[in-house]
């Protein structure tokens, strides 16, 4: 069996086949808060958008963020989400304090860096496959506003979007980079940079300085069906990329939490702009000593086969976390949406995954579809620490899915290793 959330994961990790999903939507009860310290617990099935709903008009918000707010408390820790801020937070981990697990013996464990230290390092970035998350405590963040005051720098090419982060990050909490995948020789890794912090409430525009902490209302939109073949492809991701380059200029601007953080979740069913053939996210992270290199030929490689990627986003990334399979440490992380084709994708895939081992870099779980078990072997050298955490707690592997037997990340594989 496995536990669900809002199925936010792009590969694999929330299904089994031949096995139990257990959907953990339910689990949606805030339990308490904190005033003081922002200590919230609740349990595993809250969403981080009930979160804000909640806390934000209060002046508060979440620590961290992905690029969803459709996401499950549990399914954080699981994924230990990272957002915009990793260069100066870290991830989602940093801030859970507790959380009580229920385990395949049915044993209930209180899990904190205190108490069962290991099985709380196992089950954050774990994936799941330590058991279900009952219910968690962690802290949010005060914040003045629902605003966001952003610095804009348009960049010729990779080496200037580097020099841009180096310049800005120390001054900024959030830190992005949209990235012309299509982009070629000199103007390899042109881009713009979106560095900001929370606005005070002076630099708040018109109307909205009365409501500070409200968002704006906005119309939704959505795509209704998904056409036979992708609208997004290498001619209309490059149109789309030109036109959103040059419309943009350094500076400054204010924009709202969700026009920053969450620029997806304002049209339902964005993913059927990719067709019935659907897409794959790919995520790659390169440590700092050799990013800016292992990008390099990354997107040399995306380039040179016109897998076109509408979304390319670049982020800083800051220190590790104690989770035995968490993603990031210093260097930076590239997430791209490539359309799927099969005669090709597979092939390019596995050309990145040598480009990434070659230069010391690690693929997401929560993103990964395509890997193969001997490479996230060699990528998260904790491994072997999980496996036999994991057989201590669930010996026959009863929490198992669909990634975890792809990726060898069973109970069965601890022999291999």
């Not at 031949?18 to 009860?29: E, F, P």
């Not at 990050?169 to 992005?176: A, I």
Request: glycine fraction near 10%; proline fraction near 5%; charged fraction near 20%.
């Amino acid at each position: 069996m496995i536990a669900r959330g809002l199925g936010r994961a792009y590969g694999d990790a929330a299904g089994i086949d031949g096995g139990t999903v257990i959907n953990a939507t339910k689990l949606d009860c805030l339990q308490s808060f904190d005033h003081e310290s922002g200590t919230l617990r609740c349990e595993a099935g809250v969403s981080l958008q009930q979160i804000i709903d909640v806390f934000l008009p209060r002046g508060w918000f979440l620590p961290t963020t992905p690029g969803t707010k459709f996401v499950t408390v549990g399914g954080a820790i699981a994924a230990d989400i990272h957002g915009k801020n990793h260069h100066r937070v870290g991830s989602f981990g940093e801030f859970v304090d507790e959380f009580r697990l229920l385990t395949a013996s049915g044993a209930i464990l209180r899990c904190s860096r205190s108490e069962n230290p290991e099985i709380f390092y196992a089950t954050i970035g774990g994936m799941g496959l330590t058991g279900i998350i009952l219910d968690a405590a962690f802290r949010l963040t005060r914040v003045n506003s629902a605003w966001i005051e952003v610095d804009y720098t348009k960049t010729r090419n990779l080496d200037h979007t580097f020099e841009a982060f180096q310049a800005g990050d120390q001054f900024h909490e959030h830190s992005v980079a949209w990235v012309d995948c299509v982009a070629t020789g000199d103007l390899l890794g042109r881009g713009v940079v979106m560095q900001g912090n929370h606005a005070l409430r002076s630099s708040i525009p018109g109307k909205a300085v009365d409501h500070p902490l409200q968002l704006p209302k906005k119309r939704a939109a959505s795509v209704p069906f998904a056409p036979p073949f992708s609208l997004l492809n290498r001619w209309t991701v490059r149109a789309f990329n030109n036109v959103f380059y040059w419309k943009h200029s350094d500076g400054k601007a204010v924009v709202d939490l969700d026009t920053f953080f969450y620029p997806l979740d304002s049209v339902a069913n964005w993913n059927r702009l990719y067709g019935r053939s659907g897409f794959i996210q790919y995520q790659a992270f390169f440590p700092q000593t050799t990013s800016q290199q292992g990008l390099r030929e990354l997107l040399s490689r995306v380039a040179a086969t016109g897998s076109a990627s509408f979304l390319a986003v670049l982020k800083s990334c800051g220190k590790a976390d104690g989770g035995l399979l968490s993603y990031l440490e210093p260097g930076h992380t590239l997430a791209l949406d490539l359309p799927y084709h099969p005669r090709h994708t597979p092939a390019l895939c596995r050309d990145l995954d040598e480009i990434l081992l070659r230069h010391g870099g690690r693929l997401y779980l929560a993103k990964d579809s395509m890997a193969s078990a001997q490479t996230i072997r060699a990528m998260y050298p904790r491994l072997p620490e999980f496996l036999k955490i994991k057989r201590e707690i669930d010996p026959a592997g009863r929490f198992v899915s669909s990634l975890a037997k792809r990726l060898g990340l069973t109970t069965e594989a601890e022999g291999t290793l």
